[in-house]
């Protein structure tokens, strides 16, 4: 007696996908899926059971590659002008250094009070150009630093208003080109002064 065992196949309860376009509120999936809105500027992942719906939005703005270039300018920035300050004050205290052996040395070889006053007005004319021009620059870099942060907090708020769908673009856009040619008009003085 020859016995067949068929398998029979028990049916399932099919998922439904989450369409790729379709609103948080139309969703109906039990599985997690993410789209992206606002231009690439928001990702929102949602992720729906059969009673609720919930979504998370990160704000993946693509403006942060431009916020990080920012940053590395004003990094880069810096740095140089440290370095370039660091080189000053060296150059500057070797100078008084050498010129204050070489008065001393004409004090006592020479013993002219003519030649220790000419050697100490030089001395005195050179440190304040330098420290003059050394504050200057200091000045500058703030005024850089303080634009860069500027241009941040700008691009931030562009972000916010962009997300809110309140805003004024012109008006923004504008603050923008203003802030850049500040920021390149101080760079200019500043490599002048270099």
């Known amino acids: 007696m020859k016995i067949t065992l068929t398998a029979t196949k028990i049916p399932t309860k099919r998922r439904r996908t989450c369409p790729a376009d379709a609103p948080p509120e139309k969703m109906c999936c039990r599985r997690c899926c993410c789209c992206c809105c606002y231009c690439c500027c928001c990702c929102c992942c949602c992720c729906c059971c059969s009673c609720c719906c919930c979504c998370c939005c990160c704000g993946c703005c693509c403006c942060c590659c431009f916020v990080v270039v920012v940053v590395a300018a004003v990094v880069v920035v810096v740095v140089d002008i440290v370095v370039v300050a660091v080189v000053v004050v ?20 020479v013993c002219h009070v003519f030649v220790v006053v000419i050697a100490a007005v030089a001395v005195a004319v050179v440190v304040a150009a330098v420290l003059s021009w050394l504050w200057l620059l200091l000045l500058m870099l703030l005024l850089l630093i303080l634009l860069m942060l500027l241009l941040l907090i700008l691009l931030l708020l562009l972000l916010f208003l962009k997300k809110t769908k309140n805003i004024n673009e012109s008006f923004v856009v504008c603050l923008l080109l203003l802030l850049v040619v500040a920021i390149v008009v101080v760079a200019e003085k500043m490599s002048l002064l270099h």
């Not at 060296?90 to 070889?109: D, G, K, P």
């Open 90 to 109: 060296v150059v500057v205290v070797v100078v008084v250094v050498v010129v204050v052996v070489v008065v001393v040395i004409a004090a006592v070889v």
